[in-house]
């Protein structure tokens, strides 16, 4: 569906992930919460665009009772939520994101942040597969496999937007430009206890 090049090796759960559920957890809220900044940024950024404006207030308020079911796992399994993590495979998806230009850059900028979005709950969504298939943890697996269902429908609504408001730009040669970039900056996660890492 995703057209993903790098497939996440089911040994990261077995091997790194269940190792650390207390990190892997922690992780996974604040990576909800920045996905909520993100809706928000997008809100900021194109407060002229109506329909994404109310769908990215949509996904604000459903990104952030993602955070607190996460948030209410860690207190029930008396885990310490941490400090923000970073995140390391966002920061280097950031550094193929087109940025500044003028007015007529603006849709261009729009169209290449709602990808950006996309290809982050992309990854996410398939991280969560993985997780649901193999992780020991009964109320894990059930708990990942339906934010792997949401993830998807996240990925479509921004993939969605992207192509409604990218008249005048090809969005599929972009998304393919976005799909090679991340099968080779993903060679180097997969080894530590993040949803990403």
């Known amino acids: 569906m995703f057209k993903l090049q790098l497939p996440t090796d089911p040994f990261w759960v077995k091997n790194v992930v269940e190792s650390n559920i207390e990190e892997i957890l922690t992780d996974h809220a604040y990576c909800e919460q920045k996905a909520a900044t993100n809706a928000i940024t997008l809100i900021i950024q194109n407060p002229n665009v109506p329909e994404l404006v109310q ?9 952030m009772d993602h955070f ?7 207190i029930k399994r008396g885990y310490t ?13 950031l550094k193929f994101l087109k940025k500044g230009g003028g007015e007529n850059q603006r849709t261009e900028n729009m169209v290449d942040r709602l990808l950006l979005a996309a290809m982050i709950e992309a990854r996410s969504c398939e991280r969560f597969k ?39 730009i090809d969005v599929e040669k972009r998304w393919q430009e976005w799909l090679d970039y991340e099968g080779v900056i993903i060679k180097s996660y997969g080894k530590s206890e993040t949803i990403h890492g």
């Open 55 to 63: 769908e990215m207030a949509e996904l604000v308020k459903e990104e």
């Open 130 to 168: 993985v997780l649901s298939e193999h992780v020991a943890d009964n109320e894990l697996a059930a708990f990942y496999h339906e934010l792997m269902i949401s993830e998807a429908t996240h990925y479509t609504l921004f993939i969605g937007l992207a192509r409604k408001y990218g008249k005048g």
């Open 81 to 93: 939520f941490g400090k923000e993590r970073k995140d390391n495979y966002v920061n280097e998806l």
């Open 68 to 74: 607190k079911r996460v948030h209410e796992i860690i």
